[in-house]
C-alpha cells in the first residue's frame, strides 16, 4: 500500500488539516498521518466515516487501480 495521495488532496480540497479531520472521524492526528503515509490499513468503518466528512466515495480514495 503506498502512500494515499488522493486522501491528501481530498483533505486539502476540503482545507482540512491531518488534524481536523482526524477530530471528525474520531481518531488522532498521527492515525490520519500513518493512513496517508501507507502505514496503516483502516477499518472499513474509518473509510467510510472519512469519505463522509469529505463528501467523496470509497472508490475516490481507497479503491486502488
Do not use: H
Not at 488532496?9 to 482545507?15: E, G, I, L, T
Not at 498521518?33 to 483502516?42: H, K, M, T, V
Amino acid at each position: 500500500m503506498g502512500k494515499n495521495l488522493r486522501l491528501k488532496a481530498a483533505r486539502a480540497s476540503k482545507d482540512l488539516s491531518q488534524a481536523k479531520l482526524a477530530e471528525k472521524v474520531g481518531v488522532t492526528r498521527q492515525t490520519m498521518n500513518a493512513i496517508e503515509n501507507g502505514d496503516y490499513n483502516p477499518s472499513l468503518n474509518l473509510c467510510i466515516a472519512i469519505c463522509r466528512v469529505l463528501n467523496v466515495t470509497l472508490n475516490d480514495l481507497f479503491w486502488e487501480e
